[in-house]
């Protein structure tokens, strides 16, 4: 990330945003406008937007309440239903025939869903689940790839009021199983496996394997088949999706849930421990994940299309794959497979097919792509894209400017969006026709969002100085917890600034014009191609080998994944042939492929300081090839520093 953090700090180029009279936000003054109304009046501004932009089946009477603090609770004595704000008034509103998602299967099928057909698929899809006894409160997780069935499964949960938990698909059986576990979920919704590079890849077989490892929670895993593939069966616990829809009716009325009503849990990645369950409510979600829709994309629902190249399994494929864009009754695009199958140009193939307007991605997949050549992209017409996002991780200028340039022919404005999973949905971003943007920096915070760049104090620091990105208030998308562990929900977040600030976990710097420059994790949390990874979980992962005696993960910049996973081990006997490959291999087996390190380093012992912490800083300056900046007269060893780098030398 110093690479890019380097380069940031030299950027000076700034571009003016397009004009557009219709965009919601047309000009700075249409937006200081919107944040002076919550500077007036912060919980009436709040309240006013959920009342017009959510349908309550039973309005709220107040709107924040922070008796319980870090624990708020928003528009709490509401009660409304997800699918419903999804689906049900969209087709009431006369929008049943319009697209609500446009498919395409990576062999090259494509489905269009109307809304009249998801509500139909999502009451049956609901049907189904009660009749397998699910009911409000029940955890259902979902492992899943990218399919829409996995929309359908989603918002049935939120019809019948169970709460859902997206594991993502390429996660391994020992993740699944984990997460499964501490969810307590009573069914799993999967597939019998899907297309990737090409060929059927069997998802069914990891949640078999999860639950032989005894999950007595479990009841029913429901199977879509979409793979074709051979699974095994468990007869009284597996029930087949597609015959057990059909055998419902179409209809099923929403059950309205208190707008606090835990609507998901999402695993991810902290600086310790096991990865922490985040739970996001109802209503406070739902609004902003529909307000950033419409504000962040300046999304139009009728003339739109919507594609979030993100998968389900993380809270971007959450808020911009699903419910953002349905809530605004929009048309959002799914895809299946890989980008880069069966060439490069898979991306702007779908965005040319299918007249993507607002295109979204990481900046991960954008080196990649420009890796790939300019060649791809001129080969599709792109001229519908109007707006491009980028999510995930700090895009480099150059990145950047070729997003710019080739995907946005120079016109589109790019909205650099920071977020978190704990956040729901989106935090600091350019508007794309207000705000100027400059290449690399995520620009101001939202409206109704209150962030600050502050020292180990709270105090704000000056201008071009670095700090810790901080939320000085409430907002109503934010996370309501950690499942089963509201103790590290508020060491976590709360206790850095005694309770005052939301404590993001990342460095920022405001520069002289007051904009947001996103500085990267200041904890031991990875970023890997926009994916969130703690090092303690990869570590764990490789201490769990017989040959391993002790790890340390860092990371260490990399020109397309932003950063790769660098590996310190220590083992229990001589190295022997091949054990690399098996140390990635069994990584790859513990947590997800995304996990395995890229480069593992054999050494006698890890550098420690003489109080026996490992000199982390002084690893992620060996991983990356850097002058050591550490202060070295607390080491123990200094051979151990030798025998590091010189592997990094070896394969250099
Ligand atoms: C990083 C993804 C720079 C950041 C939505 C954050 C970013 C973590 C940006 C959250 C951005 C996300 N610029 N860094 N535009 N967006 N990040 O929970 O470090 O998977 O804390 O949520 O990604 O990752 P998560």
New binding site residues.
């Given amino acids: 990330m110093s690479g890019v953090i380097e380069s940031v700090l030299h950027e000076l180029r700034v571009f003016t945003p397009p004009q557009d009279a219709q965009a919601r936000f047309d000009d700075m003054d249409a937006y200081r406008a919107m944040r002076q109304r919550f500077d007036d009046d912060f919980t009436g501004t709040w309240g006013d937007l959920a009342a017009q932009h959510l349908s309550w089946s039973k309005p709220f009477s107040t709107v924040l309440d922070d008796s319980d603090a870090p624990f708020f609770k928003w528009f709490a004595d509401g009660e409304l239903n997800v699918s419903e704000n999804c689906l049900d008034r969209h087709v009431a509103a006369g929008l049943g025939g319009r697209a609500a998602i446009i498919w395409e299967g990576e062999p090259g099928e494509v489905r269009h869903i109307s809304y009249a057909e998801l509500l139909g698929d999502v009451c049956r899809a609901a049907n189904a689940m009660r009749a397998l006894g699910i009911g409000k409160g029940d955890r259902v997780v979902i492992y899943m790839p990218m399919i829409p069935e996995a929309a359908v499964a989603m918002l049935a949960c939120t019809r019948i009021g169970a709460t859902h938990s997206v594991v993502f698909g390429a996660f391994s059986s020992k993740a699944l199983h984990e997460r499964i576990e501490d969810a307590g979920a009573k069914m799993v919704v999967t597939a019998d496996g899907a297309w990737r590079r090409g060929a059927v890849h069997a998802l069914k077989p990891f949640v078999d394997e999860a639950l032989s490892w005894g999950c007595p929670s479990i009841e029913h895993v429901m199977v879509v088949r979409r793979g074709g593939n051979a699974v095994d069966w468990t007869d009284g616990r597996d029930v087949d999706w597609q015959p057990a829809l059909a055998a419902q009716p179409d209809v099923c009325e929403p059950l309205a849930v208190e707008s606090e009503h835990p609507l998901f849990i999402l695993y991810?990645s902290g600086s310790t421990g096991k990865p922490k369950g985040i739970i996001h409510a109802t209503g406070g979600y739902l609004l902003w994940g529909r307000l950033t829709m419409q504000w962040t994309f300046d999304f139009r629902p009728e003339s739109d299309v919507f594609w979030c190249t993100a998968d389900i399994g993380?809270?971007?494929g959450h808020t911009y794959s699903v419910y953002g864009p349905l809530a605004c009754g929009g048309t959002t695009v799914m895809y299946e497979g890989v980008p880069t199958y069966p060439d490069a140009g898979r991306l702007w193939k779908i965005c040319q097919d299918h007249a993507v307007s607002l295109f979204y991605t990481a900046p991960t997949a954008i080196r990649a792509l420009i890796k790939a050549g300019d060649a791809w992209p001129a080969r599709h017409d792109l001229s519908k894209i109007r707006v491009l996002g980028?999510?995930?991780?700090?895009?480099n200028p150059e990145a950047w400017m070729w997003y710019h340039k080739v995907i946005g022919g120079g016109r589109c404005p790019i909205v650099?969006?920071?977020?978190?999973?704990?956040t729901g949905g989106h935090m600091i971003t350019p508007l794309p026709f207000a705000t100027a943007t400059k290449p690399g920096s995520?620009t101001f915070p939202l409206p109704g969002i209150f962030a600050e760049v502050v020292d180990g104090e709270g105090e704000p620091v000056g201008h071009g100085q670095g700090g810790l990105l901080v939320v000085t208030r409430p907002w109503p998308s934010m996370l309501r917890g950690i499942w089963g562990d509201p103790a590290r929900y508020v060491r976590t977040y709360w206790q850095k600034f005694e309770g005052r600030y939301y404590f993001?976990?990342?460095g920022a710097r405001k520069d002289d014009d007051g904009y947001y420059w996103?500085m990267?994790?200041v904890d031991d949390?990875l970023?890997v191609s926009?994916?969130?990874l703690g090092t303690m979980e990869i570590e764990s992962a490789l201490v769990s080998h017989p040959a391993v005696a002790e790890a340390a993960v860092v990371g260490r910049p990399d020109d397309i994944k932003g950063e790769a996973v660098c590996a310190f081990v220590v083992l229990k006997q001589a190295e022997r042939e091949g054990l690399r490959t098996e140390l990635r291999k069994h990584v790859a087996h513990e947590i997800g492929p995304i996990a395995k390190p890229d480069d593992i380093r054999f050494a006698d012992s890890l550098p420690k300081t003489r109080s026996g912490k490992i000199m982390r800083r002084l690893l992620r300056d060996i991983a990356a090839g850097r002058d050591i900046t550490s202060d070295m007269s607390t080491l123990e060893d200094h051979k151990v520093i030798e025998q590091l780098q010189s592997q990094g030398q070896e394969r250099r």
């Avoid at 980028?390 to 895009?395: D, L, N, R, S, W």
């Avoid at 650099?416 to 704990?422: A, K, P």
Wanted: aromatic share 10%; no cysteine.
């Fill in positions: 991810t993380w809270i971007t980028t999510v995930g991780e700090p895009i650099d969006t920071w977020w978190q999973t704990e995520a993001a976990g990342d996103i990267g994790r949390v970023n926009g994916h969130r």
